[in-house]
């Protein structure tokens, strides 16, 4: 006795033909497939993380929008190398980041403020040098700095003993320098001066 199954229909007690027989294993390659299908256990999606270190103070945060990623500078750190008054190339070589990367509206106010808090920050310590140490350097230089004081500098030239300087006037003196030579070469070098013709006398007339 022969079963088989063809398009959801049993057929029993007759030999099945060539077609039969091609219908019933097409159906037994597709329940295998499904059945494959069914045990076959889903691959695991990689999702990238969503945030990792790449330096100290500084990491990668996923942007979901689009997939990429963005530099994310630790405020903290960033401060504490902004007071210092370092350049936007140094810090950026110290975190290894672009420097556009501190250039971000964020991170400039912090970068601004870090440099606002030092200049606070030396100002309060000049002051406390100045009036309470009574730092004589600094008390100048503040009271020329903010008062507009300025040193007065006099010099005055006297003769011996704090006297005046006297000018003593006598004869001029006049240097004559023996001739060179070179100025009698030069005369004689010179074409004679040209000959102007005049009435002729009758003296002249005669000679």
Same mark, same amino acid.
């Given at each position: 006795?022969?079963? *088989? ?51 100290? %103070? ?12 963005? *530099? ?86 006297? %003769? ?20 060179? %030579? ?26």
């Amino acid at each position: 006795m022969y079963i *088989t199954i063809t398009e959801g229909y049993v057929h029993g007690m007759t030999k099945p033909g060539k077609s039969q027989k091609h219908a019933a294993t097409r159906l037994t390659q597709e329940q295998k497939r499904q059945l494959a299908e069914q045990q076959k256990v889903p691959q695991k999606t990689f999702l990238p993380d969503r945030l990792y270190t790449v330096h100290p %103070g500084v990491q990668k945060v996923l942007v979901p929008e689009n997939g990429s990623y963005k *530099t994310v500078v630790d405020p903290e750190t960033l401060y504490e190398l902004a007071k210092t008054y370092a350049s936007i190339e140094s810090m950026a070589t110290v975190l290894g980041v672009d420097p556009n990367v501190l250039r971000d509206p964020d991170n400039d106010a912090v970068i601004q403020q870090a440099r606002a808090n030092a200049e606070l920050g030396l100002r309060a310590s000049q002051f406390k040098a100045a009036t309470e140490d009574r730092n004589p350097t600094m008390l100048i230089w503040l009271g020329k700095q903010l008062l507009q004081q300025k040193d007065i500098v006099r010099n005055e030239q006297t %003769g011996p003993d704090g006297k005046p300087i006297e000018l003593a006037v006598g004869p001029s003196v006049v240097a004559v320098l023996p001739p060179n %030579g070179r100025d009698l070469d030069q005369s004689r070098r010179l074409p004679p001066p040209p000959v102007v013709a005049g009435p002729v006398s009758a003296d002249d007339r005669t000679s």
